[in-house]
């Protein structure tokens, strides 16, 4: 009786299973850290030595806008350093920061003492594939000190006869929120402006030392386009600062006629901090 061959089946060893699907995570990994690798050439190739900003729209923008047509007591600098401390901790990397300071003349256009975009995250946070030390330390170089500089640089009283704070706000606004170099718009609460100033308004357009228009007649007056801002979805944040000699002119109705004027204007929100 002719016997019948039985096929023989390739038997495979869990050694060979597992080298295999070894090879496979280690083609996988590779290629992930290549692509991470690309990116991050190309990120640094486009990003701009000066700024730290690429050409692609920033995830936030943070512009602060300071007033020292007077000083501020010593105290109220402190509380005024906490605050911003406070905001800035949380940056996010590559939202950019404008500092500005109020101009000593109507009409003059607000140029920023400083523009930069933050290379890291909160607590100085790198992505994957960078250097943390690397990232620290351009952080530090190039972004901290630089913005300390400039808000120190801002804390030093500048007196003058005039106080255009809302010219000087429709130009920062326009400079910062107006455009990103992408040609995206910064929206969506991702645009906030904190504005450092004991809000005497004193121009050729308005002027808060004397009885002044409330927001809705002031918004059929020639100044409102004059002063025009780019404010829509802005968040707004208002640090007070309240003078000793000033105080029968900084009332209740002149506070609030600030929150009325910028919610008229667009904003997202108005919130007040007094010093």
Request: proline share 5%; hydrophobic share 40%.
């Amino acid at each position: 009786m002719a016997l019948k061959r039985r096929r023989s089946r390739a038997s495979f060893s869990p050694g060979l299973i597992f080298g295999w699907v070894g090879a496979i995570v280690a083609i996988a990994l590779l290629g992930v850290a290549g692509t991470g690798l690309a990116h991050l050439r190309s990120e640094r190739a486009d990003r701009d030595l000066a700024t730290l900003c690429t050409s692609k729209t920033p995830p936030a923008i943070t512009a602060l806008l300071f007033d020292s047509s007077d000083s501020l007591s010593e105290l109220q600098q402190i509380k005024v350093q906490q605050i911003l401390d406070d905001k800035l901790q949380n940056i996010s990397k590559g939202e950019r920061v404008d500092v500005y300071m109020a101009t000593a003349q109507s009409g003059q256009l607000a140029r920023p003492l400083f523009s930069r975009c933050s290379p890291s995250g909160a607590g100085g946070a790198a992505g994957w594939s960078e250097n943390p030390e690397r990232v620290l330390a351009l952080q530090r170089t190039k972004f901290i000190q630089p913005l300390e500089q400039a808000i120190e640089k801002t804390m030093r009283a500048n007196p003058r006869k005039t106080s255009p704070i809302l010219e000087t706000i429709a130009a920062a606004s326009v400079l910062s929120f107006g455009r990103s170099p992408s040609g995206g718009e910064i929206r969506d609460g991702k645009a906030t402006l904190v504005i450092i100033s004991d809000f005497l308004q004193n121009s050729a357009i308005l002027t808060q030392y004397k009885a002044f228009p409330d927001v809705e007649e002031f918004s059929e007056m020639p100044g409102w386009i004059q002063t025009k801002p780019a404010l829509r979805d802005v968040y707004i944040v208002m640090i007070y600062i309240n003078r000793g000699n000033t105080i029968h002119v900084q009332t209740k109705k002149q506070k609030e006629w600030w929150c009325k004027y910028f919610i008229k204007r667009g904003v997202t929100d108005c919130v007040v901090e007094e010093l």
